[in-house]
């Protein structure tokens, strides 16, 4: 791999390679580790301890709340388009049950 003059990073053919099988490429200085220890150290202190895990909890409420509400609503939608379905090819003139149906031998027993 090669750096271009605008700092970007250049993959050749045999970083290619090493992808496939899993490798990371060497893309300079890792900072990883120093920011794993950084909060680390931060974590010993309760009051941000604290502050992370609470900020933590509050994102995981909203996305629950956010979740319910939409849930709810689909609830909703279900049971106006199951209503619709069900007693469509009944109008407003009908106020009880269908009526059986007339002029045919059903129920007579000869």
């Known amino acids: ?3 271009l003059p605008d700092g970007c990073f250049d993959i050749g053919d045999d970083d290619l ?14 900072t990883t580790s ?3 220890t950084a909060h680390n150290q931060l974590l ?4 941000y301890a604290v502050f992370v895990h609470e900020t933590q909890i509050n ?19 279900l049971n106006t388009l199951e209503e619709s379905m ?10 009880g049950p269908p ?4 002029g045919t031998d059903y129920g007579q027993q000869s």
């Not at 010993?44 to 009051?47: F, G, L, S």
């Open 34 to 36: 120093y920011e794993e």
């Open 17 to 30: 390679e090493d992808l496939s099988e899993g490798k990371r490429p060497y893309l300079g200085e890792d």
């Open 59 to 77: 994102r995981l409420i909203q996305v629950l709340d956010d979740l319910t509400k939409k849930v709810l609503d689909l609830e909703s939608q």
């Open 99 to 102: 009526e059986p149906p007339s």
């Open 86 to 95: 069900r007693f469509s090819e009944y109008s407003s003139t009908h106020n």
């Open 44 to 47: 010993e202190d309760p009051k």
């Open 1 to 3: 791999m090669t750096t």
